[in-house]
Structure formats: C-alpha cells, structure tokens
C-alpha cells in the first residue's frame, strides 16, 4: 500500500515536479542546472522534506520519501538526483545523529533556508570510496582552530546550484574526515567536465576543486561508527528515482501506442497483442519493484537497524534494473520513432541505465540478502 502523503509534504512534492518539468529541457540542453533550475528547485520547499520537524523540517518518513521521490524521478531523473542527493543526506544524518551538532544546526538551517547540500566523495583516483580507500584530498589544521581542504571531487550532482557541501578528506593522522564547505568560500572552483556525458545531462556533475578553502573548527567530523541510515536513505533516493524513469517510459509507451494508427493497421497499434504483452510485462515488473521498494521502507520505519538494511538493498537493485528493463522493452515497442526526439524515450533508455552505476552493485545487494537468509556474514 503506497503512503498517504499529507497536504503539505504532497504540496511540496507536486511544486518540485513542477520545476523539474519547467526546467528538465533547458538542464539537458546546458548540460548543467540551470540558475533559473537552481532557484526554481530551492523554491519548492522540497529541500525541508526529510528535515526531522522540530528542526523546521517535514519529517517524511523513508516510506513517505520513496513515493514522493518516485514522482520526482517520474518527471526527471536528472533534477530529481539534484534533490535526492540533498533530501537523503538530511534525513540520514539527522536520523543517525551521524555529524556534530553545529554541522546539523548548519544542514537544517541550509535545508530551512532551500539551500542544496550534497555529499562530495568520489575521486578521479579513489573512484566511488564505497569499497574503501583514502581521498587524495586533504583537511590540514590552519593553525587559528580551523582547516585548510584541498583536493578535487568528481561527479559533484547538482555542483553550480550547490550552497554546501559535506566534503570528504584524509588528515594528518590517516584517518576520514567529514568537513561542511560553502560552495561560495574562497578557494572552491567547478570546472565543467560533465558535457557528453551519456545520462544524466541536466545534473551538471561537474568536477569540484578546493585550494585550501577555511573550514570552521567545528565544522569537521572525525570518523565514527557506521550508522545504517546513511544506507537507507541513500539506496532509497537512488532506487525511487530510478523507478520514477521506469514509470515514465511505461506511461510514455502507453501514450504513443494509443495515438499511433499505421495506415496498414488501421488502428491504434494498442490493438496489437505483441504491444499489449509488452506493456503488460513492463507494468507488472515495474509494480513488483515499487512494492518492495514500498515494503522495504516501511520496515525500516518500524525498525530502522541492521536488520532492514538487506532488504532495502535489494529494493536499490531490483528498481535500477526494473528501469532499465522498463526502459529498454519500450524501446523496442515503440520502434524507430523511440530513437528521435519526439518521444522521451531515448533520454529515459540512457537515464535509466545510470542507476546500475551508483553502489551497491548487484552483488553485494543481492549477496547481503541471501548471506540473512542462510545465517552467515556477508562477504563483500
């Protein structure tokens, strides 16, 4: 059962699809977040939605995220990550109490405010740090209480329409530092490397640079043990949205096969049983997703430990590659006329074949839920 969302979490949800449908072209186009985008994603309140309410947040569940998340991603996967990159930090590390209380009084008044936070981790050397490794870039102390971070992060979701940024970055003493850095600080530097990229156009995941940028003494976390919220919220942003692509080309499917008439035909090709199969498989695999992914939040509402990691895990890889099944079968229905701008369907095939990109990997998904089922550790 999808949940109820109330009138103001489903306000702001329907003011985010909005902006996303206003600004997705000209994004795709820009190959970046448009400042017109920026503003426009600010402005929806979407950036409160996971804020715990005595902050001056929403408080959505996880369950009540997936569904409003699935709607953004059903309008665009690119713009929908520029606010899923936001929404499942603030929810994680509020939830998790995974940062010190000045960097969570500064995430709640950025999210109050609209500002975009992202979490910038990846690295041309270090890759996704999800299996591990030290970041090249670095937090140094400055010798008045603060630090000095240097370094570069790829694949910066949403970089130019960002207000903060919890950066990750190595210490003197070896060990993984988090750091909460204005986009705007002195020092920090975006270079445009995400043209041509494949999907994903509209999130302007550029490359960002830190020359020594001054961080505050309080705004750095030392490392701490692990909490599985950052898990849950993550792989539940990642798997919506990507299931939010899913619905889309199904809906634009059924669209176009209801308006398309060859003169051969002489009727709608929805008459055809092959169509009518397709779109029935598409529909059944995309329903069976959103039912896990639905159940698995819910779950971990009810008991939000270890134990619902598995199964959200699994919610995470079943969506991406429901989407991209759902993506790829639409394709293949609607023929040449999906390879053209007339139908979205070209820019959903490439989106929603990102999803397999962002971790965990299959593997591990499916390995954590069968190591649960068998009584063992899972090995990674």
């Known amino acids: 059962m999808t949940p109820v969302l109330s009138p103001t979490v489903q306000d702001v949800t329907e003011r985010a699809v909005q902006a996303i449908r206003d600004h997705a072209d000209a994004c795709e186009a820009a190959q970046d977040v448009t400042p017109g985008a920026a503003a426009a994603l600010r402005a929806s309140g979407y950036t409160r939605l996971t804020l715990p309410t005595e902050h001056g947040g929403l408080g959505a569940t996880l369950a009540e995220y997936a569904t409003a998340q699935l709607r953004l991603g059903e309008a665009n996967a690119a713009l929908a990550l520029v606010l899923a990159m936001h929404t499942h930090v603030v929810g994680s590390t509020f939830q998790g109490g995974t940062l010190p209380e ?28 999800s299996r591990g490794g030290l970041p090249r870039t670095t937090a140094t102390p400055d010798g008045s209480g603060g630090w000095l ?125 092959r169509v009518q199969e397709n779109v029935g498989r598409i529909a059944t695999d995309l329903a069976a997703a959103r ?32 989407a991209v099944s759902a993506t790829d079968l ?19 095939l490439r989106d929603a074949r990102a999803g397999l990109t962002h971790p965990p990997a299959d593997e591990v998904s499916y390995g954590s839920v069968g190591a649960r089922w068998l009584g063992v550790e899972a090995r990674r």
């Not at 500002?115 to 690295?123: C, D, G, K, P, T």
């Open 149 to 273: 971070v240097t370094g570069r992060k790829t694949w910066a979701t949403g970089a130019r329409a960002l207000g903060l940024a919890v950066v990750s970055a190595a210490t003197p003493e070896g060990t993984v530092a988090r750091l909460l850095v204005p986009m705007d600080a002195p020092g920090v530097g975006i270079e445009q490397t995400w043209d041509g990229s494949l999907a994903l156009r509209g999130t302007g995941s550029q490359d960002v640079t830190f020359t020594a940028v001054r961080v505050p003494g309080d705004h750095l976390s030392l490392p701490g043990p692990p909490h599985p919220s950052g898990s849950a919220w993550f792989w539940t942003a990642i798997a919506a949205t990507y299931l939010g692509v899913g619905f889309a080309a199904l809906h634009a499917l059924t669209a176009y096969a209801r308006e398309r008439v060859p003169t051969a035909l002489g009727a709608p090709i929805a008459t055809l049983p």
């Open 291 to 322: 039912a896990l992914l639905l159940e698995a939040t819910r779950t971990w509402d009810t008991s939000p430990d270890e134990g619902a990691v598995p199964g959200l895990a699994a919610a995470k890889a079943y969506a991406t590659n429901a």
């Open 102 to 129: 000045p960097m969570l009084a500064a995430l709640a008044r950025a999210s109050v405010e609209g500002r975009l936070v992202n979490a910038l981790a990846s690295e041309p050397e270090l890759g996704s740090p």
């Open 330 to 348: 639409a394709v293949r229905v609607a023929g040449g006329a999906a390879l053209t701008p007339a139908l979205p369907l070209e820019r959903l």
